[in-house]
């Protein structure tokens, strides 16, 4: 059974379009990775299944299904007086009452419990993905969409972002949307791909339509393919 | 020994100030601290139009801020342009119309504004008023505060980051129309900004942030007209004078 499905969507800013013809569907537990060059639409592509932006065509999200967010960067003041308890509590303004408390879920990204009552702007930039994904998670979403940050945000040494959102794919029975500029990434965590560059390149098993021709049609000359070579 | 007049007006006065410390602490969120300036010299016009007029003061401040504030809610989504920007533009448009409009002695009560001044419907009307405004910013805090931090989250989270910023202005409007009989134009800004800055520097989490400016916001007007009170000075720059104190010790505990 289909939890999200995308038919014929299109997005345009002013009169261009910033997105034509995107077509998938996904099921429970997929993991999608979303792959094309900047200002392909990956992010206007989030925004439009949050809806938060205006688009023609459709998205059809399971019904009742939640959808959890992970903003690639949030601009916070250093200074804003609020914990990380508080701010995880900001979220849960839903009348669900099957959600996590503020312990749990920071148990669930791997941070302890002491972590509730740091100020936010306190945090590291690991610490603070990790709490965002916590953010996103307080009332158990079934959909998932991580945008992942340009540069790499994990402490050495421990479980990655993408190990984390592996394990928590099963133990919440999460699907995933990611967007990910590294292919690794995708061949490793994602059972899913799709191509952007405004239009839909290429969709699939990423083993199968992630072929040289389809990368160098994505991110124009051979740049990509070589750096997959060793 | 004070009066119970003198009592009623300390009252409203402590309540206008925790309304307007409460709003600051949100307006602060998101550097929209100039707006209540902004908005408090659009009332402006709205008082000299209301006096010329012969109708309430109070009334005519209010009918300019919602026009206030629907427009600088309309341009900023139509233009994208910042608030800041806006809020300039505004202030200087109304100061010039209010002062022509006005006569010279009237300008000078809507410029700095005088609480012990009230009748005692409108001592009333400003409790009631300061009232439901601090209950409707308790009420919405957790919305405000997701919505001031990150529009993204707020939206994913199925809020309408846009309808919210239109109720947060109709409030910042109503907190600015009930505190410009203490503030007046100048000054009333000084109540929402001051009290919530000086809480910022000494807080760390959002419950002490806001129960701090709604204290601090409080307590300084009660002092400032008790003391203006006492010494025969305008309550309004009393005020300002005494938080801008606390704010300037605050500078030294910064948490």
Same mark, same amino acid.
């Not at chain 1, 013809?21 to 990956?42: M, R």
């Not at chain 2, 100030?17 to 949100?26: H, N, P």
């Given at each position: 059974?289909?939890?999200?499905?995308?038919?014929?969507?299109?997005?345009?800013?002013?009169?261009?379009?910033?997105?034509?013809?995107?077509?998938?569907?996904?099921?429970?537990?997929?993991?999608?990775?979303?792959?094309?060059?900047?200002?392909?639409?990956?992010?206007?592509?989030?925004?439009?299944?949050?809806?938060?932006?205006?688009?023609?065509?459709?998205?059809?999200?399971?019904? /009742?299904?939640?959808?959890?967010?992970?903003?690639?960067? %949030?601009?916070?003041?250093?200074?804003?007086?609020?914990?990380?308890?508080?701010?995880?509590?900001?979220?849960?303004?839903?009348?669900?009452?099957?959600?996590?408390?503020?312990?749990?879920?920071?148990?669930?990204?791997?941070?302890?419990?002491?972590?509730?009552?740091?100020?936010?702007?306190?945090?590291?930039? /690991?610490?603070?993905?990790?709490?965002?994904?916590?953010?996103?998670?307080?009332?158990?979403?079934?959909?998932?969409?991580?945008?992942?940050?340009?540069?790499?945000?994990?402490?050495?040494?421990?479980?990655?972002?993408?190990?984390?959102?592996?394990? %928590?794919?099963?133990?919440?029975?999460?699907?995933?949307?990611?967007?990910?500029?590294?292919?690794?990434?995708?061949?490793?965590?994602?059972?899913?791909?799709?191509?952007?560059?405004?239009?839909?390149?290429?969709?699939?098993?990423?083993?199968?339509?992630?072929?040289?021709?389809?990368?160098?049609?994505?991110? /124009?000359?051979?740049?990509?393919?070589?750096?997959?070579?060793? | 020994?004070?009066?119970?007049?003198?009592?009623? &007006?300390?009252?409203?006065?402590?309540?206008?100030?925790?309304?307007?410390?409460?709003?600051?602490?949100?307006?602060?969120?998101? @550097?929209?601290?100039?707006?209540?300036?902004?908005?408090?010299?659009?009332?402006?016009?709205?008082?000299?139009?209301?006096? &010329?007029?012969?109708?309430?003061?109070?009334?005519?401040?209010?009918?300019?801020?919602?026009?206030?504030?629907?427009?600088?809610?309309?341009?900023?989504?139509?233009?994208?342009?910042?608030?800041?920007?806006?809020?300039?533009?505004?202030?200087?448009?109304?100061?010039?119309?209010?002062?022509?409009?006005?006569?010279?002695?009237?300008?000078?009560?809507?410029?700095?504004?005088? &609480?012990?001044?009230?009748?005692?419907?409108?001592?009333?009307?400003?409790?009631?008023?300061?009232?439901?405004?601090?209950?409707?910013?308790?009420?919405?805090?957790?919305?405000?505060?997701?919505?001031?931090?990150?529009?993204?989250?707020?939206?994913?989270?199925?809020?309408?980051?846009? @309808?919210?910023?239109?109720?947060?202005?109709?409030?910042?409007?109503?907190?600015?129309? =009930?505190?410009?009989?203490?503030?007046?134009?100048?000054?009333?800004?000084?109540?929402?900004?001051?009290?919530?800055?000086?809480?910022?520097?000494?807080? @760390?989490?959002?419950?002490?942030?806001?129960?701090?400016? =709604?204290?601090?916001?409080?307590?300084?007007?009660?002092?400032?007209?008790?003391?203006? =009170?006492?010494?025969?000075?305008?309550?309004?720059?009393?005020? =300002?004078?005494?938080?801008?104190?606390?704010?300037?010790?605050?500078?030294?505990?910064?948490?």
């Amino acid at each position: 059974m289909s939890i999200l499905e995308v038919k014929n969507l299109k997005v345009s800013y002013n009169t261009s379009p910033v997105l034509e013809d995107i077509s998938f569907s996904l099921d429970k537990g997929d993991a999608l990775a979303v792959i094309g060059p900047n200002g392909s639409g990956k992010t206007t592509l989030f925004k439009a299944i949050l809806g938060a932006i205006p688009y023609e065509g459709e998205i059809m999200v399971g019904s /009742g299904a939640r959808i959890g967010y992970v903003p690639q960067k %949030l601009d916070l003041e250093r200074d804003l007086p609020i914990t990380v308890r508080e701010f995880l509590l900001l979220r849960r303004q839903s009348k669900t009452p099957d959600v996590h408390s503020p312990a749990e879920v920071l148990n669930l990204v791997g941070l302890k419990e002491d972590f509730l009552k740091k100020k936010l702007g306190d945090l590291s930039s /690991g610490e603070f993905q990790r709490v965002l994904v916590a953010f996103a998670l307080i009332d158990r979403p079934e959909l998932l969409l991580f945008d992942e940050p340009t540069a790499s945000v994990d402490i050495a040494g421990q479980e990655t972002v993408y190990e984390l959102l592996n394990r %928590l794919q099963k133990t919440e029975g999460l699907t995933l949307l990611l967007i990910s500029h590294e292919l690794s990434v995708v061949y490793r965590y994602a059972n899913k791909v799709l191509c952007l560059n405004h239009a839909q390149i290429c969709f699939g098993v990423p083993y199968e339509v992630l072929t040289p021709e389809e990368l160098a049609k994505l991110y /124009g000359g051979g740049k990509f393919y070589q750096h997959e070579a060793h | 020994m004070p009066d119970l007049f003198s009592l009623q &007006i300390l009252i409203a006065g402590g309540l206008i100030g925790a309304a307007a410390g409460l709003l600051g602490s949100f307006a602060l969120l998101r @550097r929209m601290a100039l707006v209540g300036d902004a908005l408090s010299h659009v009332a402006l016009p709205g008082i000299a139009l209301a006096l &010329i007029f012969n109708l309430d003061p109070l009334l005519g401040a209010f009918v300019f801020l919602l026009l206030g504030t629907a427009g600088i809610w309309f341009i900023e989504h139509k233009t994208k342009l910042p608030v800041d920007t806006l809020v300039g533009i505004f202030f200087a448009l109304a100061l010039a119309i209010g002062a022509l409009l006005a006569s010279e002695e009237e300008l000078l009560d809507a410029l700095f504004g005088d &609480i012990t001044k009230l009748n005692q419907l409108e001592i009333l009307s400003a409790v009631f008023i300061s009232l439901a405004i601090s209950l409707a910013l308790i009420l919405l805090s957790r919305r405000f505060t997701l919505t001031m931090i990150s529009t993204d989250l707020a939206r994913s989270t199925g809020l309408s980051p846009h @309808r919210l910023e239109f109720v947060f202005l109709l409030i910042f409007a109503l907190t600015v129309a =009930v505190g410009i009989k203490f503030g007046g134009a100048l000054l009333t800004g000084s109540l929402v900004v001051i009290p919530a800055a000086t809480a910022r520097n000494l807080t @760390r989490s959002m419950n002490g942030y806001l129960a701090l400016s =709604v204290i601090l916001g409080f307590a300084s007007a009660v002092l400032g007209i008790f003391i203006s =009170v006492l010494y025969g000075f305008a309550p309004g720059p009393t005020f =300002v004078l005494i938080s801008g104190a606390i704010f300037f010790l605050s500078v030294f505990f910064r948490r």
